[in-house]
């Protein structure tokens, strides 16, 4: 049943049209993906929907009674505001109507309670509860200026998940969040039966949750069916049928021109109509997509020693944020920094930047260490300064890693900002495009440890994949604080875990590695209970009546466990072998989302297996010893 449909709507801003000739319709219960570049309109798009924004041309039909929430990017609030009085403060059809009831009596109040019974029997205020204590959210007092990132994120959630509605609108949902809440958002969205419409960066989460995905591109939206990896697939294939169709226009122009220039008696003959049609072939070039913008900068030389943390605590009165963190970063570290919100990941970032000071312990920094720090909000520029001259403030001149001296208008083309854009007032730039801006500031500092705190957000797909390139040919340190887990798992080869109550782990892989792991250990433990449950009984109903018989039946194996026993070895060989291959895969330049997907999920079934078969291994390549 469609539930919303725009036809030729239009949104022009000073120097022309953000989009146009827009043809959208939304069916219930639809899972719609949006994607696009910094700019091109998504948040945009989203408030024309919601029906903040008028369309300057164009016609919008909902269906009668359309109930909308949406999930703003960035939500406002006073330095007052309570969670609940935020909870109060949204937007949607039911939210409204409650507000209405607590200020309502006699005749009025049973009328909106009338209305109230159509949203169901459980009250909004039960499901406000019930929804704020999954995300941790007890207090409904705490004032939300006092709250973390993460956790206004989760109250803004709460605000829009918890009210009864058609179409949920979510703008970039995950920012900010843990891995954690990530996965539970993933696992609430995939058995909703309202409609959404998601704007996301995170690739992994958009694969999962969309079933469709509308892209803006040239002031067109365009609807792809399937998730984020089928759009790729389809993408890549409609610019190859795009590449074949170009090929042939150009031989077909060579011999157009090689018979028009064989002499001015020859041209002088042809008929004007020959001439326009080969003028036509020339201007009928592909208009290809501009190529990821190639990160590159200068990097200083880093000596022998990065950053050593020596028993370093934070606290912050009677809590203990980080306690006693022992650790170093060598040269050429790749190290991710994972935990919940509020386990001091951030902070773990500024003890080594030197922005807070330990508790206890202390921080030893190398001699040629040069750090920049890519922090998770956008910085505080004046947004009436140009985008030339916030980079020429940072730097005039700088020598890239190929060895090339660029000035600020050079570098800023090389990342990307055409020259239209570098005399734009940063006032005018989109969230994601500051965002980027502020990258490349950080990355013209030539620093050689590079330290990134939830980089990706507000940055567009595009971005992002260039950005990972860079991070794989950046020759210093890298340590990043990231829920992103596509990016993490592509530049991370190391992990510190934070539990939350100031410990700090560390794990010798990547993050699917860890994921893996923390998966395989239920499973092992489960399995291994299973076996002793089993081995129980067995040895119970088939007690010998002798201690000798007893010491006989512990240690030999039978034919059965011999067998197993002998196929073991080349059954974890073979298990090894695939694991080896399918991390040579996340690494491999080329591979398409689904394939890496679907490396995902075996990987996630094998490293589990290799553990089971090698703990059941020892434990006959022990009774054997024995016998």
């Not at 725009?6 to 989009?19: E, M, N, Q, R, T």
């Not at 950080?442 to 260039?466: C, F, R, W």
């Not at 040919?473 to 080869?493: E, K």
């Not at 100031?502 to 076996?531: H, I, M, Q, T």
Request: charged share 30%.
């Amino acid at each position: 049943m469609n539930i919303l449909s725009i036809s030729d709507a239009a949104v022009a801003l000073k120097d022309g049209f953000l989009f146009e000739n827009l043809d959208l319709g939304i069916e219930s219960g639809e899972r719609l993906g949006l994607v696009g570049k910094n700019g091109t309109g998504k948040t945009t798009l989203l408030r024309l929907i919601a029906g903040d924004l008028p369309a300057d041309r164009g016609e919008m039909a909902r269906r009668r009674g359309l109930a909308v929430s949406i999930l703003e990017q960035m939500p406002a609030f006073g330095a007052d505001t309570t969670i609940a009085e935020f909870l109060y403060g949204g937007r949607a059809p039911e939210i409204k109507l409650n507000d209405r009831a607590r200020r309502a009596s006699g005749t009025q109040l049973a009328h909106i309670e009338k209305e109230l019974d159509a949203y169901g029997p459980v009250p909004l205020e039960n499901r406000y509860a019930a929804l704020c204590a999954e995300l941790g959210l007890e207090d409904m007092n705490r004032l939300m200026s006092t709250m973390s990132g993460g956790e206004v994120k989760k109250a803004a959630l709460a605000r829009t998940l918890s009210p009864k509605a058609d179409l949920v609108l979510l703008d970039e949902p995950t920012n900010h969040l843990d891995l954690d809440t990530i996965e539970w958002l993933e696992s609430r969205l995939l058995g909703a039966k309202f409609a959404f419409i998601l704007v996301t960066h995170d690739r992994w989460f958009l694969d999962s949750v969309a079933d469709s995905i509308l892209e803006i591109d040239k002031r067109r939206v365009y609807r792809h069916p399937g998730n984020y990896s089928a759009y790729l697939e389809r993408k890549a294939e409609r610019w190859a049928a795009a590449e074949a169709a170009e090929n042939r226009r150009l031989a077909n122009l060579k011999v157009e021109l090689a018979w028009l220039m064989r002499g001015a008696r020859a041209r002088a003959t042809k008929s004007e109509r020959r001439k326009d049609e080969i003028r036509a072939k020339q201007a009928a070039s592909l208009e290809r997509p501009p190529s990821n913008f190639v990160f590159s900068s200068a990097e200083s030389r880093l000596g022998k020693k990065a950053v050593l943390l020596k028993k370093a605590s934070v606290r912050y009165g009677e809590r203990t944020i980080l306690d006693q963190v022992e650790y170093v970063v060598a040269p050429g570290a790749r190290l991710g920094i994972v935990g919940p919100n509020g386990s001091g990941k951030t902070s773990l970032l500024k003890l080594i930047t030197g922005e807070i000071a330990p508790s206890a312990g202390s921080i030893d920094r190398g001699d040629t260490v040069r750090i920049s720090c890519f922090e998770q909000t956008a910085d505080d520029a004046d947004p009436s300064v140009s985008v030339i001259d916030y980079i020429r403030n940072h730097a005039e001149r700088v020598r890239m890693s190929d060895g090339a001296a660029q000035d600020a208008v050079l570098l800023l083309e090389r990342f990307g900002f055409n020259r239209d854009f570098q005399a734009m007032p940063i006032g005018r730039l989109s969230g994601g495009e500051r965002r980027r801006l502020q990258l490349v500031r950080v990355l013209a500092e030539a620093p050689n440890v590079l330290l990134l705190d939830e980089p990706t957000n507000d940055l567009d797909i595009d971005t992002i994949e260039a950005l990972e390139d860079f991070l794989e040919g950046f020759q210093g340190c890298i340590v990043a604080v990231s829920h992103d887990r596509a990016f993490l798992d592509r530049i991370a080869s190391f992990l510190l875990v934070l539990d939350g109550s100031g410990k700090v782990r560390p794990f010798n892989g990547s993050y699917l590695e860890w994921k893996a792991s923390l998966d395989a250990a239920p499973a092992a433990e489960s399995e291994g209970k299973a076996g002793q449950d089993t081995r129980k009984k067995t040895q119970a109903k088939d007690k010998p009546s002798s201690a000798a018989g007893t010491a006989t039946q512990k240690k030999k194996l039978s034919y059965a466990e011999r067998r197993e026993f002998d196929a073991l070895l080349p059954e974890i060989d073979a298990l090894e072998s695939e694991k080896a291959a399918l991390e040579s895969l996340f690494s491999k330049q080329g591979a398409s989302p689904l394939e890496i997907r679907k490396a995902h999920e075996r990987y996630g079934e094998v490293v589990p297996l290799i553990d089971a078969r090698t703990l059941r291994w020892e434990e006959l390549a022990q009774r054997e010893a024995d016998s």
